[in-house]
């Protein structure tokens, strides 16, 4: 769409790029949290039950669903002297610190008024994140109309996410959470979870500011965008529906659904099966961690030849599949007694080269998902006149934070289903529990990823026809 002034093509500065990017730390800290720590520190150290914990951030997770879908639609109709989306952008930069330093903080009290608490403090981190990403991720479309400069923009975002996530995964557990004199289990070091919570919080407040201040110049550059035009609820309500449920649209959300929780399902446990079917130390588990970079790096430089060569949704379901298999072929080989035994030095390089290549697909996939929906805003755009980014990713961003929702309750449920013990030691779970955890979880993760793949089978955008699209929109921008 090179001639439409609100929607420019071609290549952005790399400084745009990086500041772009940055902010999508706190999103990448955030999951870290819910993803690999939450259910650990509710279930093992405060002593909520597990299903307790799961069904917390599900509650969390619905009443996300509900405000997020409304803050994109209200973020594309604001009209401000700092654009659509950077108020949003701003605002949330203090209840997202504030919120998640609490979430780590419950008081001692009841079981019951704990759950209470972390349902209450979920929503609100929940709530805080969605006010910074998703107008964040509506700047996406508005940047740039080009099919590969998207994906650029999107590896940027997952870029700076996976490694903030990843980097507080190694300092977590190679620092805080280490054995003391009184707790000689280091993932159950109150201490470090509190020293954890205020390091997270600042990092999350200094990378939404610099990602909003950084990211303002490039808005002010350009024109703004048509008068809003204001609908009665009821109408706003149904124009809503009907891009959601786009043909086109649907099929990425449903497979960017599933597959997000099977990442989630995958990311939740894995501390579980590192610490009790791997029986790793928090150093070892750290030293597997770190090798999540080498998965990062793969990422970027698969994922724009792949989309280049063979299209974004080949790409992307090549990737899919390959994430499942890289997840489930450890467990299948231990299970069937051929893979090495716990303390063999093997079993940590072995360890570490699965998490890389599983961090690559994953992410690769992810990325490519997430530009196939910034494809989308212009198909909807050609048959409706309205530009709806903020809508449409807003629906993105929740599927995203379905990792941390759903991924964690079907953890909380399979933790409860084959009764994991609470504080349990590792080397004191019985092996047919461990085994029935492994079973389960592969067969669920199995289940959600094939029906991501099959959904993703029916989104009908190619290179071809995006091109199509921006020419048809160039011509009518030009009348």
């Not at 008024?113 to 006010?131: C, D, E, K, N, P």
């Not at 940027?156 to 903030?164: L, Q, W």
């Not at 939404?208 to 808005?219: D, F, H, P, R, Y």
Request: hydrophobic residues 50%; contains cysteine; glycine residues 8%.
């Amino acid at each position: 769409m090179a001639n439409s002034p609100s929607r420019p093509a071609g290549a952005l500065p790399l400084s745009t790029r990086l500041l772009y990017g940055s902010g999508t730390i706190a999103f990448g800290v955030k999951d870290q949290g819910f993803n690999a720590l939450l259910m650990l520190f509710y279930n093992q150290v405060v002593g909520l039950p597990a299903a307790w914990v799961g069904s917390a951030i599900m509650i969390a997770m619905i009443a996300d669903a509900l405000f997020d879908p409304l803050l994109g639609q209200y973020s594309d109709n604001v009209r401000t002297r700092w654009g659509r989306r950077h108020p949003f952008m701003y605002a949330a930069a203090l209840p997202i610190a504030a919120s998640y330093l609490l979430l780590w903080m419950p008081p001692e009290m009841p079981h019951g008024a704990q759950f209470g608490w972390l349902v209450v403090t979920a929503i609100i981190v929940r709530f805080s994140i969605s006010l910074y990403e998703i107008p964040s991720t509506a700047l996406l479309a508005e940047f740039t109309s080009d099919y590969d400069e998207r994906t650029k923009l999107v590896a940027a975002r997952y870029f700076f996410g996976v490694c903030g996530g990843i980097g507080m995964t190694v300092v977590t557990f190679g620092y805080f959470l280490q054995p003391t004199p009184t707790q000689p289990v280091g993932h159950l070091n109150v201490g470090g979870y509190v020293t954890y919570a205020w390091v997270a919080a600042a990092i999350m407040l200094v990378s939404v500011l610099i990602s909003s201040l950084g990211t303002q110049k490039e808005v002010l550059k350009r024109p703004p965008p048509p008068p809003a035009v204001k609908l009665p609820v009821g109408q706003m309500l149904r124009e809503m529906l009907g891009i959601l449920v786009h043909p086109a649209y649907i099929s990425i959300l449903l497979a960017s659904l599933f597959f997000a929780v099977a990442s989630g399902l995958n990311m939740s446990l894995a501390v579980y099966f590192s610490t009790y079917f791997w029986e790793l130390s928090a150093t070892q588990i750290a030293t597997v961690a770190s090798s999540s970079i080498v998965g990062i790096i793969l990422a970027f430089v698969v994922v724009l030849p792949l989309s280049a060569r063979f299209g974004k949704k080949p790409s992307a379901m090549l990737m899919f599949g390959l994430s499942l298999l890289s997840s489930v072929t450890p467990l299948i080989l231990r299970l069937t007694g051929l893979f090495p035994v716990n303390g063999d030095p093997l079993l940590i390089w072995l360890l570490m080269g699965q998490l890389a290549f599983g961090m690559m697909t994953t992410i690769a996939g992810g990325i490519l998902a997430v530009s196939m929906v910034a494809d989308v805003t212009d198909q909807i755009q050609l048959e409706t006149g309205r530009r709806s980014e903020g809508l449409l990713f807003s629906a993105a961003t929740m599927v995203n934070k379905a990792i941390s929702g759903m991924g964690i309750m079907l953890a909380g449920l399979l933790l409860a289903f084959v009764k994991f013990p609470e504080n349990a030691q590792p080397g004191h779970v019985t092996a047919d529990t461990l085994r029935g955890l492994a079973s389960i979880y592969m067969g669920v993760l199995s289940i959600a990823t094939i029906i991501a793949i099959i959904c993703l089978a029916y989104y009908p955008i190619s290179r071809s026809r995006h091109l199509e699209n921006i020419r048809q929109l160039g011509e009518a921008a030009a009348e």
